[in-house]
């Protein structure tokens, strides 16, 4: 347990979509910087892009304007985002594709040579070593690169932050981070809510699980503006591998059907798109069916062509291989019968749904020397791959010119021997043979509070006051409860951090459902108390602030600004 | 039962402290053993079945497996990844035995055999 100091002109915290891309902008822009990543894994494979990805779904296809994508995400987060972030990322979308194309990332193009679109925001690309491709970038481009360091609280002085503690899992040193600015990129939060799968398929998530909401959880704990945590993500998935939906939906055009045959989004939405409807819709419309009987929902491929099915699996195999080997496994034929879906456990992703840092344009979040991009930043939805790397570009532009009037901070030895004791003491709880809590029963908990009172799968994802108060006092007593988690090895302590930082992210989470007062987004956060939508009373941002102090969360608004005109409920 | 590692095909990428599926493993779930060298799995049920680690064992010693409670038994889905490293064929095996393939184009980049760790020892980074 030796303590490692690093000083570095900028500190980025995970290796991810956003963070590479944040690591080459700094390098390119700022010659002569040094950068260094903070990375809980290994950079080549780790987080969301591990498995691949067979699409880029922010994109400006022929035809469509940054201003024509504010409207759609717009109209797809039913009336609210902040504009002005999410035009600021869509002006960014062929630069950053363009670079990583450079990088060799093959992208699908026609006879003519250009890329071929897979609806208005997506084109198609072999993306199964994009990971690879873009940590390769990051290297070359002189970042140093910490593997399997495990970020666990920021460094703060005089209310900036001034780097980051963060533990080794190969060795067990402590990692102390000395920077001019940090950009946060940890991604989001999966493992708040019950899983889809249990026993041993607990990790057949959508969302990479090893995204344990760290980035957040810190924040919260420094104090940080949080926004939009009522958003929750809910997918519509494919039925047991939970694999991405758009594959098919777009790739092939299938409609969803419920057990009678029936289109039912094309008949009960059609006011608001149908099988286009805004996303939160297109979960909400099959929870429906199900709920009343008509279950199970699919989406209806038997039109397609033997090569169609062929291509199909083509492409999970290049994102989502599992699936391919999931319909081999079951005898499915997905030209043959319609493919089954369910929805997601509830994720917290700001790069899907809004939830994370509250930002101005620049991704400087409201504590001073931080900045946040990729899902871990709030108030611009849709943003996905392309639009985290955007956000990774904005925020290194961001940061590359704080510090060329900022320095480095003293920081107090009290600072580093409490967070020394507080990392370590699962561990000391093991060697001293404690009696205690295991991470993962610690888990289990968690997701049992949060899947039976704050809006679980079990409970269609509804909501009300007096369940979500019971919620709230349950969580109240796991932070007095820390004390006893057991750690046997440095990957379990990683997970007992995992469990910790997941707590205050379902915290958080369960005070902003309780202060939004209406259903904005039907099928995320479904309130059976206020089952409409109140543009009157709320339309605006709900964002909160734990007092690091007191513990105590204050929860806020902030105005809703438009910035593109338009009626917001539609698309174009 | 994502992952299952083939012991005899495993050679542990012989004297490699970090080897590549190690490496590659998103979740911190493979391990070598010290006492055999070969690799170890830490908990089954911690996978994300995201295959990165199947991918990249020159030996082809891992294995994708679904859970049982997700598909039957004999269906396989095996990766090769071509000497020129621009395409992966996927042999796909279902639980009567017909099998298919699916060629792809990719950018596989090389991989070496093991790799230091930045910031092990404490002498690298004092200040």
């Known amino acids: 347990m030796e303590q490692n100091t690093i000083e570095t002109d900028v500190l980025i915290i995970g290796g991810g979509t956003a963070g590479c891309l944040a690591a080459v902008e700094l390098r390119e822009r700022f010659p002569g910087i040094n950068v260094t990543i903070m990375e809980k ?17 922010a994109y400006l296809n022929p035809g469509e304007t940054p201003e024509s994508f504010v409207k759609y995400v717009r109209f797809d987060s039913c009336g609210i985002i902040r504009e002005d972030l999410v035009m600021s990322m869509a002006e960014l979308f062929e630069y950053c594709v363009k670079k990583v194309e450079k990088w060799g990332l093959p992208i699908l193009c026609d006879d003519k040579g250009n890329y071929i679109p897979r609806g208005r925001w997506n084109i198609k690309i072999n993306g199964e070593s994009l990971k690879p491709i873009i940590a390769k970038a990051a290297k070359n481009a002189g970042a140093k690169v910490l593997n399997w360091v495990v970020a666990t609280n920021y460094i703060v002085v005089d209310g900036r932050v001034t780097g980051a503690i963060g533990l080794s899992i190969r060795n067990g040193n402590l990692f102390v981070i000395k920077a001019k600015a940090t950009i946060i990129a940890t991604g989001g939060a999966a493992g708040i809510y019950k899983p889809n799968n249990a026993h041993d398929a607990q990790h057949k998530t959508w969302y990479c699980p090893y995204n344990t909401g760290a980035g957040y959880a810190m924040g919260i704990r420094a104090g940080a503006e949080m926004t939009s945590f009522e958003m929750r993500y809910i997918g519509l998935r494919v039925k047991d591998t939970i694999a991405p939906t758009g594959t098919i939906a777009l790739g092939v055009g299938a409609p969803q059907i419920n057990s009678k045959g029936e289109k039912f989004m094309a008949v009960k939405y059609a006011n608001i798109g149908g ?38 699996k083509s492409a999970f195999l290049d994102m989502y291989p599992s699936m391919v080997l999931y319909w081999a496994a079951n005898e499915i034929d997905p030209s043959k019968e319609p493919v089954e879906v369910q929805t997601t456990e509830p994720y917290i992703v700001g790069g899907h749904t809004q939830s994370g840092y509250w930002v101005d344009i620049n991704r400087k979040t409201s504590i001073e020397g931080l900045y946040a991009a990729g899902d871990v930043s709030g108030g611009a939805p849709y943003k996905f791959v392309s639009g985290c790397w955007a956000e990774g570009v904005i925020a290194a532009k961001a940061a590359g010119e704080y510090i060329q009037k900022a320095s480095f901070a003293d920081i107090p030895q009290e600072i580093i021997k409490e967070e020394r004791e507080r990392v370590f003491q699962p561990l000391l709880n093991h ?11 610690m888990e289990v908990r968690l997701q049992k509070i949060m899947e039976e009172y704050a809006g679980g799968a079990a409970t269609f994802y509804e909501v009300n006051e007096e369940r979500l108060l019971v919620a709230k006092r349950r969580l109240s007593t796991l932070p007095e409860q820390f004390q006893y988690l057991m750690a046997e090895d440095l990957h379990e302590l990683m997970k007992a951090h995992e469990v910790i930082d997941r707590f205050y992210v379902a915290q958080t989470l369960v005070e902003h459902m309780l202060y939004r007062k209406e259903t904005r987004w039907p099928g995320y956060c479904t309130r059976t108390d206020f089952t409409e939508r109140d543009d009157d009373n709320w339309l605006k941002f709900v964002n909160s602030r734990r007092n690091p102090a007191t513990g105590n969360v204050e929860v806020f608004t902030r105005p809703y600004e438009q910035v593109v005109p338009g009626d917001r409920y539609k698309p174009r | 039962m994502p992952v299952i590692i083939h012991a005899d095909k495993c050679d542990g990428c012989h004297g490699s402290q970090n ?26 049920a911690e996978c994300w079945d995201c295959l990165p680690c199947v991918k990249v064992c020159p030996q082809e010693a891992i294995e994708f497996k679904l859970s049982y409670q997700l598909g039957f038994h004999t269906a396989k889905l095996l990766p090769h990844i071509h000497d020129t490293r621009d395409f992966i064929t996927w042999e796909l095996r279902d639980t009567k035995g017909n099998t298919d393939k699916f060629t792809i184009r990719t950018k596989i980049l090389p991989v070496e055999l093991d790799e230091k760790i930045e910031g092990v020892t404490a002498v690298d980074f004092s200040i």
Do not use: F, W
């Open chain 1, 275 to 312: 099988d286009g409807a805004p996303t939160p819709y297109r979960s909400h419309g099959p929870l429906q069916e199900i709920k009343e009987g008509r279950g199970p929902v699919y989406l209806d491929t038997r039109h397609i062509t033997p090569q169609q099915a062929r291509d199909l």
């Open chain 2, 19 to 44: 080897p590549p599926c190690v490496r590659m493993c998103p979740g911190d779930l493979l391990m070598k053993d010290p006492k055999t060298g070969k690799i170890l799995m830490r908990d089954p």
């Open chain 1, 431 to 441: 060697t001293h043979k404690k009696e205690g809590i295991k991470s993962y029963d």
């Open chain 1, 41 to 57: 894994a290994h950079i080549d494979r780790s987080g969301c892009l591990a498995g691949g990805m067979n699409a880029i779904n």
